[in-house]
């Protein structure tokens, strides 16, 4: 049975909840293998709507295990006010599992996150300030704390100890703020350990056997291609790998058991944060985009930048993740348009250009080459075939296809669980 990635192809918030949920239902394990809760996903089941940081998707699905790996942070905080919200709802949280080698984000972590933004000014990045950066900065310095650390308090205590020696120094000299004491971080981070217990697991050896038992499991990324660490739009990037290679070293499941790579696309483009963005509006139209497609940051609150399909971002987003396929969501926030303008390609320096620029100097100075599309004014929500859609959306449709570079193999036509449309199976 196939693992499978499912992925943003863009910049993020493309809808990645509701495909992971729409899958849920056929899938035994779904994974989420970076980021933190920096991401958000908005899942509508009937008309109830939900709001997921930091849990996959799948726990709304009976029967399926979410499990949260070894490439995640996890604020604890964060992570049991969201599981108390869902309990209160009667979402069953039970089969959690949570990688013992997942990262801890700490208290100071939140702090540094918060000061060096804003020391930054104009030049700041746009993070949540969540403390997602310097948790992974950690990592890589080898002294973060681990899941896996709150069961070894001497352990512990050395980690905080290495970690809160530079970090002291930079807090009290440089941004003129207090000290962290050792030992207030300590007891905060064990008071989580009786907590955390119930779900710790080695969840590298529980996937790997259950592909060996020919389950179904389903990887899901945060945030989106654009934003990857490596392939991002650097230095306005996440700080981890949301591409289909970060799937691998975040739950420590081979490349060679991956089967398909499903990236999400939105019919339009959106962007939080600060950082380039060609097909931006910020006209009319970019506020009926906002206004209509509800672009509002599920775990910031903060109003999305909107523009047009971006077609370059599309195939980029192809190439570097090996997409099998698209899965469009939000097509129907397009009706009502009676031009639709999709980016084919880049005007830079006068010259056209069809991939997306090496050079980061080159991208923030890309303007959109244009190709006007015939819109529609039928509403959409209510098709459950492509056949059902009016025939300038079914063009649209298989324009961004040949664009993209990938089938689409999905279509989303308004917010519920059951307004998609499957075009080709992805299981």
């Avoid at 709507?49 to 490439?71: E, F, Q, R």
């Amino acid at each position: 049975m196939p693992a499978l990635v499912l992925l943003g192809a863009q910049w993020g918030d493309e809808g990645k909840g509701k495909a992971t949920d729409l899958l849920g239902g056929s899938v035994d394990y779904v994974v989420r293998y970076q980021g933190g809760n920096n991401a958000g996903h908005t899942v509508v089941v009937g008309d109830q709507k939900y709001a997921l940081h930091l849990l996959p998707s799948g726990i709304l699905s009976p029967g399926c295990t979410p499990v949260i790996g070894n490439g995640v942070v996890v604020d604890p905080s964060v992570l049991f006010s969201e599981l108390s919200g869902l309990n209160e709802r009667g979402v069953d949280t039970s089969k959690l599992l949570i990688s013992g080698n997942a990262h801890i984000i700490t208290p100071y972590n939140v702090t540094v996150d918060k000061v060096t933004e804003r020391f930054l000014g104009k030049r700041k990045i746009g993070t949540t300030g969540r403390g997602i950066g310097p948790t992974y900065a950690d990592k890589i310095n080898r002294v973060g704390i681990r899941v896996q650390d709150l069961y070894d308090e001497s352990i512990l205590t050395q980690k905080v100890e290495a970690a809160l020696d530079a970090k002291n120094q930079m807090l009290t000299k440089l941004y003129n703020r207090r000290a962290i004491a050792v030992e207030q971080v300590v007891e905060e981070l064990l008071g989580y350990a009786d907590k955390l217990a119930p779900y710790v697991a080695d969840t590298v050896l529980v996937l790997n056997q259950a592909l060996e038992q020919d389950k179904v499991v389903l990887f899901e990324g945060g945030q989106g291609t654009l934003l990857d660490i490596d392939h991002g739009t650097y230095p306005f990037v996440t700080s981890s790998n949301p591409t289909a290679g970060g799937a691998c070293t975040g739950s420590g499941v081979g490349p060679t058991k991956i089967s398909r790579v499903i990236g999400i696309l939105k019919a339009y483009t959106t962007r939080v944060g600060a950082g380039p963005f060609p097909t931006e509006l910020f006209d009319e139209d970019g506020e009926a985009l906002r206004r209509i497609g509800g672009e509002r940051g599920v775990t910031t609150g903060r109003d999305r930048r909107c523009g047009w399909f971006d077609a370059v971002i599309a195939r980029y987003a192809t190439r570097v993740n090996g997409l099998t396929d698209f899965f469009l969501t939000k097509l129907d926030v397009l009706t009502g348009w009676e031009q639709i303008p999709v980016c084919v390609a880049y005007e830079i320096d006068g010259r056209r250009v069809e991939e997306l620029p090496y050079s980061q100097s080159d991208f923030h100075h890309a303007k959109p080459v244009y190709e006007m599309l015939p819109g529609w004014s039928e509403d959409i929500t209510g098709a459950k075939s492509f056949a059902d859609l009016p025939k300038n959306a079914q063009a649209y449709v298989k324009a961004l296809e040949e664009m993209s570079g990938a089938p689409i193999s999905a279509i989303g036509v308004g917010p519920g669980r059951d307004e998609t449309i499957e075009i080709n199976s992805f299981l």
